[in-house]
């Protein structure tokens, strides 16, 4: 029986976990960001009194027109800084303008885009190893493995494109999580539909 010849091209063609990330889309930060600048606009407008206010405002005007601004976009808090220890940018009515010209200026400058990544997501972004996300007392909180799986699935399961959990399982073996870790990340996310 004659031995089969390797083929050349085969060191050249992706494996099937590489090739599960083909329709992979990076996230586009775009509409959130037209968003929350749509936002602080309707924010300012209402704030000047232009435009009355429906539903709940991401303002609230205290004690000799102060204001905290607490930008939001799909439901979840945008963090105006991780060195500030509020989640509200503190100012007054005569300098919100000015607040929300250079808020604008920064969501289009891409400042904010991991939040938004996130509210868009359901997931904290964990591309930094450790992942971290800073707590009340501005300390840092770092996620186990087992954690940064269970977000890396919830991202990639969901969305225009959501992937296959072999797909996923995959995706995730190739950036190093064991299989132990994505076991129990699956577990503990169907441990939570139960719940």
Avoid: C
């Avoid at 936002?39 to 000047?48: E, I």
């Avoid at 105006?80 to 607040?99: E, H, I, M, N, R």
């Avoid at 990544?117 to 770092?142: D, L």
Wanted: cysteine-free.
């Amino acid at each position: 029986m004659a031995e089969q010849q390797a083929n050349p091209l085969d060191a050249l063609m992706l494996d099937e976990s590489e090739d599960a990330l083909f329709d992979f889309k990076p996230f586009d930060p775009s509409e959130g960001r037209a968003t929350l600048v749509k936002n602080a606009a309707r924010s300012l407008r209402q704030v000047n009194k232009e435009v009355g206010v429906r539903g709940e405002p991401d303002w609230v005007i205290g004690h000799e027109g102060r204001i905290r601004y607490k930008p939001v976009l799909n439901g979840k808090p945008i963090r105006v800084s991780p060195a500030q220890k509020t989640d509200y940018f503190p100012t007054t009515t005569q300098q919100f303008g000015a607040l929300v010209e250079q808020f604008t200026a920064a969501v289009e400058a891409g400042a904010y885009d991991d939040q938004i990544e996130a509210a868009y997501e359901g997931t904290r972004p964990v591309a930094a190893t450790p992942a971290r996300s800073a707590t009340k007392s501005g300390t840092a909180r770092v996620y186990d493995n087992v954690t940064k799986a269970s977000f890396k699935i919830n991202g990639l399961s969901r969305g225009a494109n959501p992937k296959s959990e072999k797909e996923i399982r995959e995706a995730l073996l190739k950036e190093g999580f064991t299989k132990e870790d994505i076991d129990a990340a699956y577990k503990r996310r169907a441990d939570k539909k139960k719940a």
